[in-house]
């Protein structure tokens, strides 16, 4: 069975998987400073004052 690297079956997962993984390593890099819709921990308690979401946004390990 031979896999064919034009086919637009390949290239459209790989290129999927790359741009998220990117996004991702920004997302963690320069997380959000200020309550928006649109990037970081969104839920109805984090977006109720700016230290609820400050918390929310904390970067903590594993445990």
Not at 11 to 40: D, Y
Request: charged share 20%.
């Amino acid at each position: 069975m031979e896999i064919y690297f034009t086919s637009s079956l390949v290239w459209i997962p790989v290129a999927t998987v790359v741009i998220f993984i990117l996004v991702g390593q920004m997302t963690k890099k320069f997380p959000p400073e200020e309550i928006n819709g649109l990037n970081g921990y969104r839920s109805a308690r984090s977006m109720r004052s700016q230290q609820a979401w400050d918390f929310a946004q904390k970067k903590e390990p594993f445990r």
